[in-house]
């Protein structure tokens, strides 16, 4: 029988408390630091040669859809009662609000080093010292809304952008297509400044520090942000009439995406699974 | 999953050339080549020195920070902050990312650096060379902490 994925929200006190004692404990076993390097390792970027699967590429979301099952798996594992919350960031939009709060993830990170003081998560409390990461600290950051030059979190009408297209993804299937479901919610766009980070990757910026780098998967936030994204996913095939993944073939030897690129029915690195088996999860889980 | 303890996933190498350079990256660099020869004059009197397209290395300070760049032989750029490497991807639009600040890019390695900077809490510092596990696409080392 499926499982549920609550919104944070709604979670009980005992929900959350048994969601953070997983993760500690995942952490204490050494196997959190793994979710860590496989994200690392799996970014490929599109100026450069060879197959993307995470990011900047139609596989994006079921890549990040099988990395958060094998994470929850791992959770599961410590308590069956646990599954991953997801956040709703069109409608808890401040740093005070759901998930940043004492008894989930903790808050902001103090101004003069960004560290987070607060929540389970905090230094000090001795369970959460990153490992794996592109700075010399050992702390978790965060530097919610970017203080310092303010931005605000994608909006409903951002993501409704995204999830009107009735295209899964379009050719050249990267970061510089401006049409397709799949980048509108990636969120790669074109020209520069604070108009060009869109909803995935626009939630990476608002929270910032750690989240905003390569090792972005040390902040727990990173689970609650792509179970969100996960279930836009769900909402976009139920709207399209269940619209498929695409690309649906691979591209052809005289295509510049040759190569680059993981069709519907290929597997999807590092796992023995396709794009086109991850497309319904609902005998697995759905959401709430 | 399997991945190994340098980071480096396991049977699932995909094909690489060596130095990761794409056939279209070296045409830009020509391309961009050409381009500078011949409006040379015409940027150096109205563009910025460090923003000029082809120059091969910048060295200056930013809100206290050290940042160097070297774009080497093969075209790739060398950059570090107060000494230490920053790794940078480029997009197929030709703007640039680095590890810090790795989910949106600036039109040229010395924004991406300026960004990474501006994203490093005061104080932080980049980890040392040689302690950072191998970014699996192109076998190139990515500034992580293993």
Known sequence: MAYVRKDAA?????????FVNALLEVKRRGEYDEFVRTHIAYYASDGERGLRTAHMAPSFLPWHR????????????????????????????????????????????RRSDRQVTTGPFAYQEGNWRLRVGVSDREFLTRDLGRRADPIDLP??????????????DAAPWDSTVTKGFRNRLEGWGTGRGSASWR???????????????????????????????????YRWQRRHGGARYLP???????????????SRHEKLPPWDVSPGELEDVGETYRYA | MAIGIDGTPKGTQPS????????????????????TAALAPLLAAFRAPERAPGRASFDRMHRGRRIQGVRT?????????????????????????????????????????RAAA??????????EAGTEPRHQHRGGRHGVRA
């Open chain 2, 73 to 113: 032989a093969d075209g790739h750029w060398h950059v570090t902050l107060d000494g230490r490497p920053l790794h940078l991807m480029r997009r197929a639009d030709g703007t640039w990312l680095s590890m810090v600040d790795h989910y949106c890019s600036y039109p040229t390695p010395l924004d991406a650096a």
């Open chain 2, 16 to 35: 690489a050339v060596p130095g990761g350079r794409t056939r279209r990256d070296v045409a830009r660099g020509l391309r961009t080549g050409a381009l």
């Open chain 1, 10 to 18: 709604t979670l009980t006190a005992t929900e959350k408390r048994r």
């Open chain 1, 66 to 109: 099988r990395f958060l099952l094998d994470l929850e798996e791992a959770l599961r594992r410590v308590d069956s009662s646990v599954t991953l919350p997801y956040w709703d960031w069109t409608r808890d939009r401040t740093a005070r609000s759901t998930p940043w709060t004492a008894d989930l993830l903790g808050g902001n990170g």
């Open chain 1, 248 to 262: 649906a073939t691979a591209p052809g030897s005289g295509d510049e995406q040759h190569g680059r690129v993981v």
């Open chain 1, 199 to 233: 909803n995935h990757n626009r939630v990476h910026r608002w929270i910032g520090g750690v989240m905003l780098t390569a090792a972005s998967v040390n902040d727990p936030a990173f689970w609650l942000h792509h179970a969100f994204v996960d279930l836009q996913w």
């Open chain 2, 118 to 127: 501006d994203a490093l809490a005061p104080g932080e510092r980049l980890r």
């Open chain 1, 155 to 168: 909006t409903k009408s951002d993501l409704e952008w995204a999830l009107k297209d009735p295209a899964y």
